[in-house]
């Protein structure tokens, strides 16, 4: 009787350890409530059944209609793209071919007031998903890093500047100074504002994060947005297009950052999102 009792108790622990080995980790949702904001995240493991993917539409569309056209999980708002022309501005990589180019962009290219910047905006930052045997890998590094060896470039989604380790806005062309007077500063880095951004933690996780305003010209501003990031332990964190452009979709509801002065919600289209879909 003691011999099957063992015997069943082993059979009963290889049983839960086999379980709990191959279980596949939940995506974490999570909402802070702070004084001008409330903020929402995603958390997607990296060693779970959730990978994360660049999608492009050739015209704008919201992150709503991106999660029924591909049946996405999550959907986030991505890179920033010229809503005239509908070009994108940020580089753009998708399964390994180049889908958005900024160099493709007359409006970009062809601006005499861009010229002086365009070295800086062509190796802004980019959040990158490679393939590295077996394993998916995640990173955030200027257009410039080269792939790391025994990898594969999968997916690209330019943006900027980087929060985390460091905010990356001088060197990356978003703002400029000329004898200590701002003369540049495309995306109101000092002030409130609807955000979002992608952050990697030190286990290589994915943490997705918008920012919604409670009130007209309310939100976060970026030292804000990167405090906040820090606050929350990851090493690297990468803004991307924010303002109008905020939006999660996210367990069939989708979140928008922007309020007008009539006090609604700003539900704008946009290029490229990022995509939380079944590996």
Not at 12 to 33: C, F, G, H, M
Not at 138 to 153: A, F, K, S
Not at 259 to 277: F, G, H, N, W, Y
Request: proline fraction near 6%.
């Amino acid at each position: 009787m003691g011999k099957f009792f063992l015997h069943y108790l082993l059979l009963l622990i290889l049983v839960l350890v086999s379980s709990i080995a191959t279980a596949a980790p939940n995506l974490r949702y999570q909402s802070y409530n702070l004084p001008t904001a409330v903020i929402h995240t995603l958390l997607i493991p990296s060693r779970s059944r959730w990978v994360v993917t660049v999608a492009v539409n050739p015209q704008l569309a919201t992150v709503t209609e991106f999660a029924t056209q591909s049946g996405a999980i999550a959907v986030l708002n991505g890179g920033y793209f010229d809503p005239e022309n509908q070009l994108s501005t940020s580089y753009l990589v998708q399964n390994g071919k180049t889908v958005g180019n900024p160099l493709d962009n007359p409006r970009l290219v062809n601006n005499p007031d861009l010229t002086p910047y365009l070295p800086l905006i062509l190796n802004r930052s980019e959040f990158r998903r490679y393939q590295c045997g077996n394993k998916t890998r995640y990173d955030i590094v200027t257009r410039n890093e080269p792939i790391p060896i025994g990898c594969t470039l999968v997916d690209v989604l330019g943006g900027g500047p980087q929060l985390l380790p460091e905010l990356t806005a001088v060197a990356e062309g978003f703002v400029a100074y000329q004898e200590e007077k701002l003369v540049r500063d495309v995306l109101g880095i000092a002030q409130p504002n609807s955000r979002t951004a992608i952050a990697i933690t030190p286990e290589g996780d994915l943490l997705w994060i918008i920012v919604t305003q409670k009130q007209p010209q309310q939100g976060l501003s970026l030292a804000q947005l990167a405090d906040f990031c820090q606050s929350l332990g990851v090493k690297k964190a990468l803004n991307l297009d924010g303002g109008s452009s905020t939006s999660l979709y996210w367990d069939n509801q989708t979140y928008y950052g922007k309020i007008s002065d009539q006090q609604e919600r700003i539900i704008r289209p946009v290029k490229s999102v990022l995509l939380t879909v079944n590996n």
